[in-house]
């Protein structure tokens, strides 16, 4: 698609990456579009993980790009081969993740994310490169857009590409997502899941091949990042993670435990409790009352993560044995009688109990977004469940009692009706939480 060039802009006085076309295609008008269309869409983005665009132009018939210079290497060069530590993998991961949620939430599929379409500078900051083949999708739709290419025309790297790109066929957010289970395969391995000695063979183990366990390569390996991995990796898109919104989820949640910081920079100088704090989903991190509890300490924080522990641990216990599930949506958890900040604790409590639970890989957990379209909805659990074609529906409520936080939970079997499984959890640890939301005398909250 390009030659680049290290260049120094004399205006500014800095150094930019040029990109330019070979002149082999100088003069191909698809070639030229294609190239002008990188340059719209990667600027159209602003976010720290993606190369910035500066200018756009023509210098005689050559068209050129001046991007952002980053100092650094490619992923595929830092890997070298070789597997990265939880940790760093982990931390790039959510870095690329967000990238990725940006380009999506902005209608964009990029179609060929690959380790050497990733920057890492010293610092370990991650870098998105290369929009040159992405499509952008229509508004409310899983599809993208129809463009000149010939039908059956495919793009992108053929190790690297999904099934359905592999086919021709049209490629939408999930495509994207198998793209980056396969950086992620390659950071905890070491290895391309899917290379072949040639590219014919290499589509074809693709389509049709699994990939080998990446325990079985690297056993070091958690197994909750090996079945995300597996799960990215699935050949039919139904089966992946619907959006890259719930692959953050769960990196996060994997982030938090390990206490590994996430993708702002400003993470970095945190001391280990303010790490944690961070690590939460975002809908646990806004609100007055957090406002107040960061003031106060971690207290209302850790106890967050205490409530989604007891919560996703009691779920966890039922998804194996006799009489288990093996799929199920979690509806968005309610608020009602308790003041209107705690909706932000119901979400991401709800939010971060979809994270945990798709780290099973034996359960088939419908995804944040599509359970998202049933907020706010008087819905019976069960119409829900045959809707989605789901075994079981959990439904939450989040009440505050006397100076206590209390989360009601029902598991309902929707073949019957029947309650699988209830909990009112109150967890001590809470109490922090009312404490720092109740107002001090002759003060605000």
């Known amino acids: 698609m390009g030659e680049v060039y290290r260049a120094e802009d004399s205006r500014l006085g800095r150094q930019v990456a040029l990109k330019v076309l070979p002149p082999a295609l100088v003069s191909n008008i698809a070639s030229r579009a294609r190239f002008f269309r990188e340059a719209r869409l990667a600027a159209s983005l602003d976010h720290p993980n993606i190369c910035t665009i500066y200018e756009v132009g023509e210098a005689g018939d050559v068209p050129f790009i001046s991007m952002q210079y980053v100092d650094g290497d490619t992923l595929q060069h830092v890997l070298d081969a070789r597997p990265l530590g939880v940790d760093r993998l982990l931390s790039i991961a959510l870095q690329v993740a967000d990238a990725l949620g940006v380009a999506h939430a902005a209608g964009i599929v990029h179609r060929d994310i690959k380790s050497s379409n990733i920057m890492v500078t010293p610092s370990d900051q991650a870098k998105v490169l290369d ?117 953050r989820v769960v990196l996060r949640s994997m982030a938090q435990a390990a206490h590994v910081v996430g993708s702002s920079p400003e993470e970095s100088r945190l001391s280990p409790s303010r790490r944690r704090l961070a690590a939460l989903p975002a809908t646990l991190r806004r609100g007055r009352w957090l406002h107040t509890a960061r003031r106060r300490g971690i207290a209302a924080a850790a106890a967050a993560i205490i409530l989604v522990a007891a919560i996703s641990g009691g779920l966890t216990r039922l998804t194996s044995g006799t009489g288990s599930f093996d799929s199920v949506a979690v509806l968005p958890f309610v ?8 909706e932000y604790l119901a979400e991401g409590i709800g939010e971060s109990v979809t994270g945990r639970l798709s780290q099973l890989s034996q359960v088939r957990v419908m995804a944040r977004t599509t359970m998202s379209t049933y907020r706010g909805r008087d819905i019976d659990p069960r119409a829900v469940g045959r809707e989605l074609g789901v075994k079981a529906v959990l439904t939450g409520e989040v009440l505050q009692d006397d100076n206590r936080i209390v989360v009601r939970l029902e598991l309902v079997d929707v073949k019957d009706g029947a309650r699988l499984w209830g909990r009112r959890v109150r967890p001590t640890a809470l109490r922090a939480l009312c404490a720092a939301r109740r107002p001090r005398a002759g003060g605000l909250p």
């Open 335 to 342: 608020h009602e009688n308790t003041p209107a900040d705690l």
């Open 131 to 247: 929009f040159g083949i992405s499509r952008v999708l229509q508004p409310g739709s899983e599809t993208d857009v129809p463009s000149s290419t010939s039908s059956g025309a495919f793009f992108g790297t053929p190790s690297d590409m999904a099934p359905e790109q592999a086919r021709g066929e049209p490629a939408d957010s999930r495509s994207d997502i198998f793209a980056f289970g396969t950086v992620l395969y390659e950071m905890a391995s070491g290895r391309v899941p899917f290379s072949r000695p040639s590219a014919p063979e290499t589509m074809n183990a693709v389509i049709n091949e699994p990939h080998t366990p990446v325990r079985e390569i690297n056993p070091q390996i958690p197994p909750p990042l090996a079945n995300l991995i597996d799960r990215a990796l699935a050949k039919d898109p139904a089966h992946r993670y619907q959006s890259i919104e719930d692959v």
